[in-house]
């Protein structure tokens, strides 16, 4: 059992302030007030109180945190659905997930699909009655709290269902690795209803720290807050780093000391970046997770960032990692993970599919741990180009590209070859103009000729997911709008 995490978090800090966003802030006493009106509201309008699955569809705001915690209130099973799926993807996990009630920000309900599920607008739920319920003061470890969709790398997305208990393990591995400070402050420019947006609230609630929310990724404006140190932490991917490195670098800028931590996590990192990093004083830790993990499953902590480049670290305070198959120190297979932050199971189509294996999760990504118990991540298995009988990663290939002063932006995947079964080609958007021949010589220098991309095109952007994750897999077809 823990302690319900609005209660409990209101009664010890009800003055300190827990989200900020645009011009506004409210406090945790703030936070738990609006959530307990809105819960009565969603009561009245059916949901039912540990019994009801909703589904919620809404931009990055202050109302959507709202609506969070106010199932949270009613331990309410929460569906987030990705603001970047299509229509058919949409109804896809409506259906699979079997909801109640959809929950919909206003502007948003043009997009979505037809559906039998009761449609609650945001402003109607605001609007509507209340209707008192018994306040529940403790929650059950094993009890589903949010369930999100997998990118769905094949065949159909699953599920994923993480429990208070995920969650809490979650928060608590990641701050017995970071540590706590007064001030402490998230800027939170991820999608909410991505795991590491969500995240993001959890450690709000159970570190009673703030977050610092943006509607999105706006570049200047989070390069403000880092140099002003008005923030202390805050989560990107790849691409949104090498813009913040860029945006710094174009301003002859560096950070304040007084922030802290920038988790990257979402793929491996190329080294450039983080060489990039140590000169603008932005203290990057790499970090290893999945929707599967509730986030984290390893960080490199800020100590061992120069003697460990490119490592994603050591396994969390509550987590074990260990590589499949592998017999040695540098062996590489797939990486496997047990610990109580990993997900219980699926929901839906693949309902009956086993999460774990022995105990252990198979992450389907591809890494190896050294000599002192260090992980690094290689690539997705998925994404593994198989050519004449090589294995090749792209991400080795996207290192060296991204690496060239021209290109901004890289992306690698298998073609089908009659001769070799498949082949790399490489996908890059440029900083400033450059030859092609030229690209593929500096690729030749740095890899083996097995791995030098047979085609190098340009294009003026890569496909990313909500979470400005590379989706490889969407790569070919840019092929066929060429």
Known sequence: MVPNWLLQRSMLTPERIALSFESESWTFKEVNDKALILAKKLTENGVKQQQSRVAIYASSNPEIIWMMYACMYLQCEMVLLNLRLTEKELAYQIEDAQVDFLLVEDALVGKLPVTEVPVFRFNAINASSERDFPLVSEWNDDQTMTIMYTSGTTGFPKGVRQTVGNHVSSATSSVYNMGLVVGDCWLCTMPLFHISGFS???????????????????????????????????????????????????????VSPKFLTMLAGGGPVPIDYLKRAIQLNLKVAQTYGMTETSSQTATLSSVDALRKLGSAGKALFFNQIRIDGAEKAFDQGEILIRGSHVTPGYIGRFADKPSQVNGWLHSGDIGYLDDEGYLYVVDRRSDLIISGGENIYPAEIENVLISHE?????????????????????????????????????????????????????????????????????????????
């Not at 990724?217 to 989560?235: D, Q, Y």
Request: hydrophobic letters at 40%; aromatic letters at 4%.
């Open 406 to 482: 021209a290109v901004h932006e890289a992306g690698v995947c298998g073609v089908d070859d009659d001769r070799w079964g498949q082949v790399p080609n490489a996908f890059v958007v440029l900083k400033k103009e450059v030859n092609v021949q030229e690209l593929l010589g500096y690729c030749r220098e740095q890899l083996a000729k097995y791995k030098v991309p047979h085609k190098i095109h340009i294009v003026n952007e890569l496909p990313r997911n909500g979470s400005n994750k590379l989706l490889r897999r969407k790569l070919n077809d840019l092929l066929i709008k060429e």
């Open 200 to 254: 993001m609230l959890a450690k709000s609630l159970l570190h009673g720290v703030e977050i610092k929310l943006f509607p999105k990724f706006n570049v200047k404006e989070i390069v403000n807050e880092l140099v002003a140190g008005t923030v202390t932490r805050m989560s990107v991917v790849s691409v949104t780093l090498e813009r913040i490195l860029s945006e710094l670098e174009a301003r002859n800028a560096k």
